[in-house]
């Protein structure tokens, strides 16, 4: 596993739960409407993780409801279940830098929304066909 990879599949799968988990304590009703939608859906989301514009790592994000379940390395492939749209394939393309940044950012366990804000002008999210 390359450096990238256990950047993804530890500690940002590890962050992602851990914001979760803050986010259930401070907006319970939020993440229960978010819970009870996503419940019982498998979804894969695609990530693309770039170095100064450069792929450096792909990956797909096997989610069971809200939970990220598994990573799949080297793998870019998204599949999103929606009972309105149908399924759709979001990506998203992220700089190491900034996946780094975020991981660090205490702000994301006192402000998730503020600290969230910061970060999403620096992700491209697009669709696989």
Known sequence: MTEVDV??????????????????????????????????????????????????????LIANGVSIESVEVGILDAAVKHPMLGEFKPYAIIERSDIEQAIENEEFFTDTFAAAKKFLPNATIKFLE
Do not use: D, Q, W
């Open 7 to 60: 950047l993804i599949k530890e500690k940002f799968v590890s962050f992602r739960r851990k914001v979760l988990e803050h986010l259930k304590e401070k907006h319970p009703y939020i993440i229960g409407i978010v819970e009870s939608a996503m419940a019982g859906r498998k979804n894969k989301f695609g990530l693309r993780i770039t170095e100064n514009g450069k792929t450096v790592g792909e990956y797909t």
